[in-house]
Nanobody, 115 residues
Framework: QVQLAESGGGLVQAGGSLRLSCAAS????????MGWFRQTPGKEREFVAS????????TYTDSVKGRFTISRNNAKNTMYLQMNSLKPEDTAVYYC????????WGQGTQVTVSS
């Protein structure tokens, strides 16, 4: 089964940028549509962005459109989330998974945006 590992989070000031990575084990990664999700304490995990298995179709939640870019490299079994113009409300633990989710969740990566 595919296992997921997120990385690239950190502490950044508002207006800054981060690039998250999602490394997947297993060759079936390239067959899945994938997504990024985020969660803050006391709230349900929410959808952020998704990308088709070929990488040709992307979707975003309204709050990140124009600021975040999702991409993938199937040869490297890796997916990315480039986050620009970060806002304090982007603060969350970010996770990757199939879209819709169906794999065991990884540990996530913490993104903290200070005002």
């Amino acid at each position: 089964q595919v296992q997921l590992a997120e990385s690239g989070g950190g502490l950044v000031q508002a207006g800054g940028s981060l690039r998250l990575s999602c490394a997947a084990s297993g060759r079936t990664f390239r067959a899945y549509a994938m997504g990024w999700f985020r969660q803050t304490p006391g709230k349900e995990r929410e959808f952020v962005a998704s990308i088709s298995w070929q990488g040709t179709v992307t979707t975003y939640t309204d709050s990140v459109k124009g600021r975040f870019t999702i991409s993938r490299n199937n040869a490297k079994n890796t997916m990315y989330l480039q986050m620009n113009s970060l806002k304090p409300e982007d603060t969350a633990v970010y996770y990757c998974n199939k879209n819709p989710p169906g794999l065991p969740w990884g540990q996530g990566t913490q993104v903290t945006v200070s005002s």
